[in-house]
């Protein structure tokens, strides 16, 4: 484990500097504030943060202030969120990239505690490339779980206790932040809502003849309590740690991967 200052909010200018001659691995961790069920707080994107400090110590990479607001439109139906345009988002990832690109660390990876993210994440990635002729990574936190890992924790139902209000972060935040949760208030509901006369599937699809087809849906077309798939009456705090404990793991070896490998690419367009 490193001693030295691994958080680069706190860290003087001097300091960051002398980093500079080693191009470090630069964690840029994003979450989101929205809902996560009746139970959970809305900064959700404290667990991202959590994980990506305890990774830096690890890993000796340097984690960038963590980017709270994400691209979740889904749930503005709710009270409490705080959600970015698509444009905005971007455009803010894409300066939080470059303003270490300019001084050529190159060595950048998006640690994203939103799956709702990465779509728009993809698109800042690909034009990080044509642009400036560099590989961003990401890692999309929630879902580098092996089957095999849901399996373990919760036998019998396995990958089906993910789901939003679900798991995994509800596992986890009893593990990091126990004393944050409201189990008292949740209310499972039986069945979940049809959309075009449809059962919903997720936050974005209906099924339909075996199949799923992509729809505009809102947390409230899905459900009324914000839990849209899993169960939280059964995460726990054991489980949280193993989730913890593998994303962790996971992140710090690809870390010491990425520290050795080139992430120039030697073909690209930069824009007009």
Not at 13 to 24: H, K
Not at 77 to 94: H, T
Not at 157 to 171: C, E, F, I, V
Request: proline fraction near 7%; hydrophobic fraction near 35%.
């Amino acid at each position: 484990m490193t001693s030295q200052k691994y958080r680069l909010k706190d860290m003087s200018w001097i300091e960051f500097r002398e980093r500079l001659t080693e191009n470090p691995v630069i964690i840029l961790p994003l979450g989101s504030q929205e809902e996560q069920g009746p139970h959970a707080p809305m900064g959700d994107y404290m667990l991202t943060e959590a994980l990506a400090d305890i990774i830096g110590e690890k890993s000796g990479a340097i984690v960038a202030p963590i980017l709270p607001f994400g691209y979740a439109d889904y749930f503005r139906p709710i009270p409490g969120g705080i959600a970015l345009r698509p444009e905005s988002f971007k455009m803010v990832l894409e300066d939080i990239c470059t303003n270490f690109l300019d001084h050529e660390l190159d060595k950048l990876l998006i640690f994203n505690g939103h799956s709702g993210n990465f779509p728009l994440i993809d698109q800042v990635m690909r034009k990080l490339k044509q642009n400036h002729g560099v590989i961003v990574p990401c890692l999309n936190v929630w879902r580098m779980i092996p089957d095999v890992l849901w399996e373990e924790l919760f036998p019998g139902t396995g990958k089906a206790a993910l789901g939003h209000g679900g798991d995994p972060l509800t596992s986890v935040y009893k593990f990091l932040y126990p004393d944050l949760l409201r189990p008292d208030l949740i209310e499972l509901e039986e069945h979940k809502k049809t959309f075009l006369n449809l059962p919903t599937a997720g936050l974005g699809s209906v099924k339909f003849r075996g199949g799923e087809i992509n729809v505009p849906l809102d947390i409230t077309d899905r459900c009324n309590n914000g839990i849209a798939g899993g169960d939280p009456t059964k995460s726990n705090s054991e489980a949280g740690k193993k989730i913890a404990d593998y994303i962790v793991e996971y992140t710090v070896d690809f870390i010491s991967h990425l520290a050795q490998t080139d992430t120039q690419t030697k073909t690209f367009r930069r824009s007009r």
